[in-house]
């Protein structure tokens, strides 16, 4: 009886860690298995790659592989860490060395590593209008962990970009892996730090997407995930160089490991991140054991941690300290594999690695009508499959307003075969303040505050009450968006302003304290259209609007114009419009490239009235 009592924990604990990819005591029983099976298909001695973490460094990574390759040096296992991990696992899903460099060097790759959505995956249509803000702060009235919680960041880069490309990334090889990293190109197992319960955690199956990110998420830089309700982050905070992890797992004959980062020193003065480093990294151990293998140390640690535009000159160090260590490398490696023989594995394998598409979209962490809006975004009609092209489309759609915090898309594949976009949506704060202005060295320098709630569903309501503050501009205006339920972006908006300038004799002075007011304007406007985009970046509308404006001036040049009282005009404007616009420009206030243009046809209504002083 006891025996079989142990056995059937035994296998409860197997379950687990193929479903959740933590690191368990069945772990070590699994790959032993694996690597067994892997040497006696291999009838060679075997190789592990061990990669360190270090930011943009970790790009001289691909260049050592490249190197290595080159010299018919075979990689059988790779283990990594945060960049290390991100470089392995695109070799464990067999990239090439070309192929990752040349990823690494485009501008996607720059764009989501620093939290930037590309200006080419945002609708025109959705971005918010520009305004002359400073500081936005978003806020919860209801939420009891404090406003200061509430507008200081938890992480430096915006996660929304990463999320999507992550799941475009890593989504097929998930699938054709069967959640196992084993069944990879290449073995692969990534670090990552449970800070909870201080230790590290080894992860060999699940999501490969999660992995790696859960192993890159340096804190407040990037934005955490949960593994089995813990917060996980960078690998590097215990095992920044997993030597150990390759040893433990697959126990290969020989390991070539790779180093871009040094030994503890001293944090740099005015430099945030390495400070950060030096109190968070808590293992700097980046030593081989010299009878197990050989370390190289990649001389790249004068590059920061965020110099990914300098990726193809980190690159090509790498490449040549590779070189310069393949002779060292051949003594004690007697196996070799070709480029070609690789390279025809590598497309075998990816002759296999399936499409990603979903068949239902479940949306969690949104109320009935929130969830509903999502669900309508991706799924369409919801009468045919979910490819990836139309779910990252709908994922810039749902996301370039500023309505999201984080919408984080993950696949979840069905024994019978379908899968289901996850997506975990975190809502702004409902309540948003601005505050900004403009400085001139005339009376025309104003301040601008803005006050806004926005909501998330079918016709909600976005609601934007602004003013503008100054000695010769005083104006105010309420602006309501309602979202419409249709195939492309649409939606219906109100606005009205009132405002209300002065022209002055001289505008030399920072504050005019001279009188007479010259010319007092008024003007006031109240505007209903209906906008819906053409494309990516082109929109068209169509509107209706009312508007009175008002001019009080002085009609003649005397000296003393407390003797004299100013004439009046007044003007009433009715106006109907129909056009199309598209804005390409690369700066709203100070374009260096790009183009805008606008096309319309407009029907007017206009009326004055001329009341001459009395």
């Known amino acids: 009886m006891a025996k079989r009592v142990i056995l059937s924990l035994l296998l409860s604990v197997l379950t687990y860690g193929a479903s959740s990819g933590m690191n368990n005591p069945a772990d070590s029983i699994g790959c032993e298995t694996a690597q067994r099976k892997c040497e006696s298909r291999l009838g060679r001695q075997s190789v592990g790659l061990v990669l360190s973490g270090g930011g943009a460094k970790g790009i001289a990574h691909v260049g050592v592989i490249k190197a290595l390759e080159d010299n018919d040096i075979p990689i059988d296992y790779v283990t990594g ?51 002359p803000r400073w500081l936005t702060a978003n806020i919860n009235p209801k939420d009891t962990t404090g406003f200061l919680n509430q507008i200081l960041p938890s992480n430096l880069v915006s996660p929304l970009p990463m ?62 995930i949960k593994m089995d309700g813990v917060l996980v982050y960078d690998g590097g905070i215990y095992d920044n160089f997993p030597v150990d992890v390759m040893q433990t797992a697959f126990n290969p004959d020989f390991i070539i ?52 535009a300098k990726a193809r000159t980190i690159y090509d160090i790498g490449y040549k300290t ?58 369409g009609n919801g009468r045919k499959p979910i490819g990836i092209g139309k779910v990252e489309d709908s994922y810039y759609r749902a996301v370039t307003d ?23 949506a975190t809502l702004q704060r409902p309540w948003s303040v601005g505050v900004g202005g403009w400085i001139t060295s005339t009376a025309n320098s104003m301040l ?84 819906w985009a053409i494309g990516m970046k082109t929109k068209g509308y169509v509107s209706l609007g009312y508007g009175y404006m008002s001019d009080s001036y002085f009609p003649t040049n005397v000296t003393d114009y ?27 206030l100070y374009p260096n490239a790009g183009y805008a243009w606008k096309a319309d046809v407009t029907l007017s209504y206009e009326s004055s009235r001329y009341t001459p002083q009395g």
């Open 81 to 131: 860490t945060s960049m290390g991990a991100i470089v392995g696992s695109l070799y464990s899903c067999g990239w090439s060395p070309e192929k990752m460099i040349k990823f690494f060097t485009a501008p996607d790759f720059i764009y989501w590593s620093t939290g930037v959505i590309n200006p080419d995956h945002k609708y025109y249509l959705m971005q918010p209008s520009p305004t």
């Open 163 to 224: 999320n999507i490309e992550f799941l475009k990334i890593y989504g097929p090889y998930t699938l054709q892996c069967q959640r196992n990293f084993n069944k990879l190109f290449v073995p692969f197992r990534c670090v990552t730090s449970d800070v909870y319960h201080k230790r590290k955690i080894v992860l060999h199956g699940g999501s490969l997407g999660d992995a790696v990110r859960a192993s890159m998420s340096f804190p407040f830089v990037f934005k955490p």
């Open 257 to 308: 490991g790779v180093s871009v980062s040094g030994a503890d020193k001293k944090p740099e003065p005015g430099n945030v991140y390495s400070q950060l480093e030096d109190m968070i990294i808590q293992n700097n151990d980046y030593s081989v054991p010299a009878r197990n293998g050989i370390k190289i140390q990649v001389p790249v640690l004068d590059f920061g941690v965020l110099d990914f």
């Open 322 to 379: 590779g070189l310069e260590m393949v002779d060292s490398i051949k003594r004690r490696v007697s196996a070799r594999v070709s480029v070609a023989e690789v390279n025809a594995r590598r497309e075998r394998f990816a002759s296999r690695t399936p499409a990603l598409g979903f068949d239902s979209v479940v949306v969690t962490g949104a109320n009935e009508g929130q969830a509903h809006y999502l669900e309508h975004l991706f799924e």
């Open 402 to 424: 500023g309505t999201l915090r984080n919408l984080l898309p993950q696949l979840e594949s069905g024994r019978d075969g379908r899968n289901t976009l996850l997506l975990e």
């Open 448 to 531: 601008y505050v803005d006050l806004g709630y926005h909501s998330l569903s079918f016709n909600s309501l976005d609601l934007n009450l602004s003013g503008w503050i100054g000695q010769s501009y005083l104006a105010g205006m309420v602006s309501s968006k309602f979202t419409m339920r249709s195939s492309v972006p649409s939606f219906v908006r109100i606005e009205g302003v009132m405002s209300r300038q002065k022209f002055y004799d001289s505008q030399l002075l920072f504050y005019e304290n001279s009188t007479p007011t010259f010319i007092t304007e008024i003007e006031n406007f109240i505007r209903a259209s209906y906008e």
């Open 562 to 588: 407390s003797q004299t009282s100013k004439d009046k005009t007044q003007y009433q404007l009715g106006v109907a419009r129909v056009g199309v616009e598209s804005n390409l420009l690369n700066d709203n």
